[in-house]
């Protein structure tokens, strides 16, 4: 399985390596226009320049503390609701419609009415991010209480045990499940919320750096901090995936102990 796992990264990886230096010698050879699309090693100049002259850390600082902030509000937003409407059916009543109307807009919308609101600092971004993560989170709750067999709730009644017990029990376990699963997908929604903000108004952050690049047809400027949202991203996606592992290892080792089985049987 591990050597499986490493083989795939090293593929992908591969893949990366040979679709950047087809790129890089279709821009030298002038078949793509460096106008539009700059060559590799010209994004790279850009994306170190910006690092060497410490002009982006300010930037850096204002779109992560917008999309962190976003995240942890988010999911204790989302979180204590989903519970509430779970556990409260006339909570639900008045909950489930407004987060069905939430979920079936595009949120991000709503990032000018908070720039009127809240101003073009970063509660303005803040605010987005909550919202985005919030609205997913809620749901991810939600369905896995809903989810949750009746006949454990009915047993754990039997046995004595009060509401806290199925609580800490019963909902708890499928709940975080739920959550951690949605985790990455939250990560991505933070830092949207953050950067269509500062995209939208701002005076700092990733997104008015984007802004700008792209008001100024810096092609390789744009292209550049493209990249640079999506590996702090794909970096983020990673350490939610071993959080996922680590609280959920025996979801993936009863799947482990599944698929050596269907081999074994698969073998005689």
């Known amino acids: 399985m591990k050597l499986h796992v490493e083989n795939l ?46 002009t982006i850390l ?13 995240l942890v509000i988010g999911l204790a937003i989302g979180i204590l609701l989903g519970f509430a409407a779970a556990l409260m059916p006339l909570l639900a009543d008045v909950l489930e419609p407004v987060m069905m109307l939430l979920n079936a807009i595009p949120r991000v919308i709503l990032a000018p ?36 067999n009746q006949l454990f709730v009915e047993r754990v009644w039997t046995l004595g045990g009060g509401r806290m017990t199925l609580l800490r029990e019963v909902y708890i376990p499928s709940v975080t499940a ?36 792209q008001s100024t047809y ?25 959080i996922e592992h680590r609280l959920l290892r025996w979801r993936y080792r009863g799947a482990k102990e599944k698929a050596a089985w269907q081999s074994a049987e698969k073998g005689v």
């Open 58 to 70: 300010n930037h850096l600082e204002a779109t992560f503390t917008a999309a962190l902030s976003g």
């Open 178 to 213: 739920w959550v951690l699963s949605s985790l990455k997908v939250a990560v991505g929604f933070a830092f949207t919320g953050a950067v269509v903000g500062e995209f939208v108004a701002a005076t700092r952050g990733l997104g008015y750096l984007l802004q700008f690049a």
């Open 9 to 54: 990264w090293l593929r992908r990886s591969l893949s990366l390596l040979v679709l950047a230096l087809l790129w890089e010698i279709l821009s030298r050879a002038g078949i793509i226009d460096p106008f539009y699309a700059p060559a590799p090693s010209e994004i790279l100049r850009v994306v170190f320049s910006l690092f060497a002259e410490g």
């Open 113 to 148: 009415l908070f720039v009127i609101w809240l101003g073009i600092e970063l509660s303005s971004k803040i605010a987005l991010a909550v919202v985005l993560v919030a609205v997913l989170i809620f749901f991810a709750v939600y369905s896995g209480i809903k989810d949750v």
């Open 218 to 242: 810096n092609a390789a400027l744009t292209l550049g901090l493209i990249f640079l949202i999506m590996s702090f991203v794909l970096l983020l996606f990673v350490c939610a995936e071993l």
